[in-house]
């Protein structure tokens, strides 16, 4: 009988700088699903901040979303 997944949402974020560096969102959203699927994970959502600075969550508009979903618990 197999284990029941751990529902989980993936957040990926480039900044301008990280773009040029070749970092880009599909390789993030990339490694995080691979990650998922090998820790038995059920991804339900996934959200993405493109060109945003990581330096506070005040301007990254999508993180912010993803934690209200997850503290109100409409992120299913």
């Given at each position: 009988?197999?284990?029941?997944?751990?529902?989980?949402?993936?957040?990926?974020?480039?900044?301008?700088?990280?773009?040029?560096?070749g970092?880009?969102?599909?390789?993030?959203?990339?490694?995080?699903?691979?990650?998922?699927?090998?820790?038995?994970?059920?991804?339900?959502?996934?959200?993405?901040d493109?060109?945003?600075?990581?330096k506070?969550?005040?301007?990254?508009?999508?993180?912010?979303?993803?934690?209200?979903?997850?503290?109100?618990?409409?992120?299913?």
């Amino acid at each position: 009988m197999k284990n029941k997944k751990i529902k989980c949402d993936i957040y990926t974020r480039v900044s301008t700088t990280m773009q040029v560096d070749g970092y880009s969102l599909d390789a993030q959203k990339e490694k995080l699903k691979r990650y998922a699927e090998f820790q038995n994970m059920e991804i339900v959502n996934e959200y993405s901040d493109e060109g945003k600075s990581g330096k506070s969550v005040e301007g990254r508009p999508e993180f912010q979303r993803m934690l209200d979903n997850i503290e109100n618990g409409t992120d299913e």
